[in-house]
């Protein structure tokens, strides 16, 4: 059973690139997130999707857009990288029922912007 | 400044060691999850907890908020090389649990188990 994949794992952009992270589940969740990860800031919730055809702003939306592309997809893209768009992003998943706040998360993924 | 302040921010101890990390928030926690996240991977989750003095175990883990709701602390005995890895709490900050999955999150903790 994958869970939750993310690709890619690594990329390193140049300042104004552009690019896509892709994340799908495999567990038939209705929710999905995307967050990063920054050195002593914990994880950010960037955006969200409580069901499949609906998006929303997290914390630090600036800089990216999102799509829900079906139920299983959910993908983060930056359309000018800056710098301070390096960092750990992670998708994640969570069903409709279980505990409300246990969320499935992916491996990461790595993007340095130069 | 965080809504959650996780201390201490990172952890050295010896392999048999006991630890206590602990969780703060200025607002009220309606639900406090653990999670542990190994070097270059993904959170797992370990535990939740909702009701004020609560407390809960899962192995040599124990987990417990405080009867106000604003502080939770997480306390490891005997510990073990399989323990290192940056905890972190995640809280939902919504009266009723209305955030839907949308946790605020501490900024973590590194423990390192040496043995």
């Known amino acids: 059973n994958a869970g939750v994949t993310q690709t890619p794992k690594f990329q390193v952009l140049k300042t104004g690139q552009s690019m896509t992270l892709q994340c799908a589940q495999d567990m038939n969740h209705n929710s999905m997130y995307w967050y990063r990860q920054d050195p002593g800031m914990g994880l950010r919730l960037i955006y969200y999707?409580?069901?499949?055809?609906?998006?929303d702003k997290g914390e630090v939306p600036n800089g990216y857009n999102v799509s829900r592309l079906n139920k299983r997809e959910f993908s983060l893209r930056l359309e000018s990288a800056a710098p301070s768009q390096t960092s750990v992003y992670f998708c994640?998943?969570?069903?409709?029922?279980?505990?409300?706040?246990?969320?499935?998360f992916g491996e990461g993924s790595r993007l340095t912007v130069l | 400044s965080q809504e959650l302040e996780q201390s201490p921010q990172s952890l050295i101890v010896q392999e048999g060691k006991n630890l206590t990390i602990n969780c703060t928030s200025s607002?009220?926690?309606?639900?406090l999850y653990w999670y542990k996240q190994k070097y270059g991977e993904g959170l797992i989750f370990l535990m939740m907890l909702q009701k004020g003095g609560e407390e809960k175990s899962h192995e040599k883990i124990t987990a417990k908020l405080d009867e106000k709701k604003q502080q939770s602390s997480l306390h490891i005995t005997a510990s073990q090389p399989s323990h290192a890895g940056i905890y972190l709490c995640g809280a939902d900050l919504n009266a009723g649990g209305t955030s839907y999955g949308k946790l605020t999150f501490g900024q973590g903790t590194i423990l390192t188990v040496h043995p």
């Open positions: 994640a998943s969570k069903g409709q029922g279980g505990i409300t706040g246990e969320l499935f």
């Open positions: 999707s409580a069901s499949e055809g609906t998006t």
């Open positions: 607002k009220t926690l309606y639900g």
